[in-house]
């Protein structure tokens, strides 16, 4: 693998115990002067203020803000900020970074006491209150504020919307990197996770695409009419959460309920054939749900839902209990999709009959249900994706990373994943969210997609195995993120295979190594 900006110019980056230690105190031999921005992209404007900073004094302290702390939109910063330092390190005219845990420069300012504090122009005490905050800091201890000349004013704001920056591979490698990873050991993760034994439980979900051509409408009424061509059925919901961790190699035990109807024996004989031990609950007042689609040239016109949403019985509760509780499993898979297995009055009792010891993981699809992510509370992962936490915090307006760190800390998690979409997934890892390692991003590996459903059930399936075998959040982050890439390249909701994961994982390492 080709080395990283971090591991060329890491060297650079330091903290700002380090800092004072290697600049010492004031009055100083060699002047310090420190400088402080986003630096989502460096451009010609950051440049110039850089380049003046350093003809002021001998050594130059480029300062940035940590992730968490950037909210000038949803998704910023769109350059983490272990690949932000390193791209400043890498400049000759910056002799030392260092990346910000707090919200604003004053408390680092007021730590090192730089000789000098270098701004833009545009940023004069008169203009913006933030300036006026720092210049007291400054020279409350005797420093100086430099303006630096302001003849051009660039927006990295304007210039990230006017075209994203692609870094997906330097993201990767950054995050690998900190945890010591290479694809060696990702490959090594997935031969590993043959023979571990996972318990799902969860809605079974029949999913039907009927295929039909477009015949016309009707001449006295608003009526579309359409041809029958062909219905092909695929098992989904936590059905496929079972196949996909089949695929993987583990041992599976799935624990449903399914309605006295064809649709179950479709499920039944097709999960036994894939390997999968079911151990069903059959209830005959409510059907096998099943989702049609009608779909012609490729668009869906139409969804038809066969299904009964409300709660099930003390009776099947208490069944799935002692299912839970009598399997002997490496990882128990709660699959949730709110289609009658879990609400507030089952969760509590199905959550107490976990066996101790075991993996617990959690995922709640709510796409045209009410659910609630947070009420799995003290899982060890977790992988709902920005509506379900949106939904689960009330909140619309908050930026991705003050989002996740709420949902963390209300979901009382070890790990959470939340999945973005075609933006990828941003995890958390730690209730220490000022801690510079606490969040980290991996983008999508998706080259073309084909058919997106069934991305999350994949990742929730690999980064549950992951989990198993390195206990290494970022290994299963990034397998996860591996294996939804896999599913969306496949058209219906079909089972990710080992032999998917580790071609892709070659296909990446190729991109990572230029090849």
Known sequence: MNASLTARFGHKIKTREELAELVGPRPREQKVIMCHGVFDVVHPGHM???????????????????DRHIEKGLYRPHIPQEIRAANLAAFEVVDYVLIDKNPKPLENIAFLEPDCFAKGFEYVAEQNPKTAEEQDVVEAYGGEIIFTPGDIVYSSSNLIEMAPPELKIQKLLSVMEREDLTFDSLR???????????????????????????????TKTPTMSVLYQDKIDYIG?????????????????????L??????????????????EVRPIIDEHRP??????????????????????STITDTVRDGLGEAIAGVKADAVVFSDFRHGIFNRRTIPALVEAIPEGAFRVADSQVASRWGNITEFRGFDLITPNEREARFALADQDSGIRPLASRLYDAA????????????????????????LDSFFI?????????????AGDALLAYATLSSLVSASPVAATILGSIAAACECQLDG????????ILAKIDAVERQANYS
């Open 259 to 276: 309605g006295e109807d064809d649709l179950k024996d479709f499920v039944l004989e097709g999960l036994r054939d894939d390997g999968v």
């Open 442 to 454: 991996v983008d999508s590996f998706v080259d073309r997609v084909v058919d997106a459903v069934g």
């Open 288 to 309: 096998t749900t099943n989702k049609n689609a009608i779909v012609v040239g490729g668009y869906r016109l139409l969804k038809i839902d066969t299904l009964d949403n």
């Open 188 to 218: 090594e993760t997935v031969g590993a996770m043959a023979g571990k034994t996972v318990h799902v439980v969860g809605d079974t979900i029949v999913d039907s695409l009927t295929q039909c051509a477009m015949i016309g409408g009707q």
């Open 48 to 66: 110039r203020h850089l380049i003046y900073a350093k003809g002021k004094a001998d050594i130059l302290v480029a300062s940035l803000t940590a």
């Open 412 to 435: 009382d998690c070890k790990s959470l994943v939340l999945k973005l979409g075609e933006r990828g997934v941003l995890a958390c890892t730690s209730s220490d969210h000022e801690a």
């Open 237 to 257: 919901g936590a059905g496929v959460v079972a196949k996909h961790l089949r695929a993987a190699g583990a041992d599976v035990v799935f624990s449903t309920v």
């Open 493 to 500: 909701n079909i089972p990710v295979a080992s032999s998917d």
